[in-house]
């Protein structure tokens, strides 16, 4: 099982770390027509959610893998679990249900790992 949380661990912060650094370095403008939803929030609030997103994905692996504050880890994974539940809202007030079903796949895998890494596979 550890091997599999280090695996589900390095894919969901390779997502959340391309997600992120394409919010936090492109301009609004650019992102809105990968990301209509991003046209009901601030340029600066899409700046923050790519940095909460970067920051989370290293959170993810650094702690663990430096064994510096590992429980870092965990928390960085029941924080995303909950930008993705913000998210799901943000789609079902938009009306985007494929965006809600992806939102709660990594919103799963998230919470797997904070499961894991809290409780009997703690690092």
Do not use: C
């Not at 650094?21 to 340029?43: C, G, I, Y």
């Amino acid at each position: 099982m550890n091997v599999f949380l280090w695996i589900l661990q390095a894919v969901l912060a390779a997502m959340f770390a391309m997600a992120g650094v394409m919010k936090s370095t492109q301009p609004k403008e650019k992102l809105e027509p990968r990301l209509p939803w991003a046209a009901d929030f601030s340029a600066g609030t899409v700046r923050l959610i790519g940095i909460v997103e970067l920051a989370g994905a290293l959170g993810l692996i650094l702690p663990a893998a430096t064994g510096i504050a590992p429980i870092l880890t965990p928390l960085a994974a029941s924080g995303l679990a909950i930008v993705m539940v913000l998210a799901a809202l943000t789609h079902v007030r938009r009306k985007e249900p494929s965006a809600i079903v992806f939102n709660a796949v990594l919103f799963v895998a998230a919470a797997v790992i904070a499961w894991g890494r809290f409780g009997p596979y703690a690092l």
